[in-house]
T-cell receptor, first 115, second 117 residues
Framework: ELKVEQNPLFLSMQEGKNYTIYCNYS?????LYWYRQDPGKSLESLFV?????AVKQEGRLMASLDTKARLSTLHITAAVHDLSATYFC???????????????FGKGTHLIIQP | EAGVTQFPSHSVIEKGQTVTLRCDPI?????LYWYRRVMGKEIKFLLH????????ESGMPNNRFLAERTGGTYSTLKVQPAELEDSGVYFC???????????????FGQGTRLTVV
């Protein structure tokens, strides 16, 4: 069974600081997603990482994927309050050969950025 | 273009009652997924439709859950009878049909928060 673990699950940080959220997964897959969710809103796709060594950046967020280590990171640079949200990583089961469809999600990282 | 819409946004029902959740995918999306997040747990895959056909329903918890997608457009998820442990947020997502390994990005609805009391 594919397992996806995120850490930390909760993070409170000050504006201007840098931090990294980690996402480990238990079986081979080369498709990993990062989503953002604001309270009461839908999951917003941030990044889709398709191959080993993939790095994508959007504003103050940068995501990377190491398929050999089965690890993805979401790095926040010079955090601002607007980035406060819950961030989920998810792995595509289908492409890991699990035989089933759908995404396997981590528990999410609840991020609070304080002024 | 309208996104994935779910109805209702919040439902509170008593144990033993029936609730039906609805999902309207993005027009033209053949893939439709249901997920559930129980409080404090991961978002879990429930099932996947391709048009009106169930492609995979391995994530459905038990036979109290019934999903349909008649006509291949909107989908409903019925819980009958509801139990306390069914409380959670139910998400729907849709994407284009993938004909080969590509990146059919899934778009999520805002979710339906179900509370069973």
């Amino acid at each position: 069974e594919l397992k996806v673990e995120q850490n930390p699950l909760f993070l409170s940080m000050q504006e201007g600081k840098n931090y990294t959220i980690y996402c480990n997964y238990s079986t081979t897959s080369d498709r990993l997603y990062w989503y953002r969710q604001d309270p009461g809103k839908s999951l917003e796709s941030l990044f889709v990482l398709l191959s080993n060594g993939a790095v994508k950046q959007e504003g103050r967020l940068m995501a990377s994927l190491d398929t050999k280590a089965r690890l993805s990171t979401l790095h926040i640079t010079a955090a601002v309050h607007d980035l406060s949200a819950t961030y989920f990583c998810a792995v595509d089961i289908w492409y890991s050969g699990g035989g089933a469809d759908g995404l396997t999600f981590g528990k999410g990282t609840h991020l609070i950025i304080q002024p | 273009e309208a996104g994935v819409t779910q109805f209702p946004s919040h439902s509170v029902i008593e144990k033993g009652q029936t609730v039906t959740l609805r999902c309207d995918p993005i027009s033209g999306h053949d893939n439709l997924y249901w997920y559930r997040r129980v409080m404090g747990k991961e978002i879990k895959f429930l099932l996947h439709f391709v048009k009106e056909s169930k492609q995979d329903e391995s994530g459905m918890p038990n036979n109290r859950f019934l999903a349909e997608r008649t006509g291949g457009t909107y989908s409903t998820l019925k819980v009958q009878p509801a139990e306390l442990e069914d409380s959670g947020v139910y998400f729907c997502a849709s994407s284009h049909r993938q004909s080969h390994p590509s990146v059919p990005e899934a778009f999520f609805g805002q979710g339906t928060r179900l509370t069973v009391v």
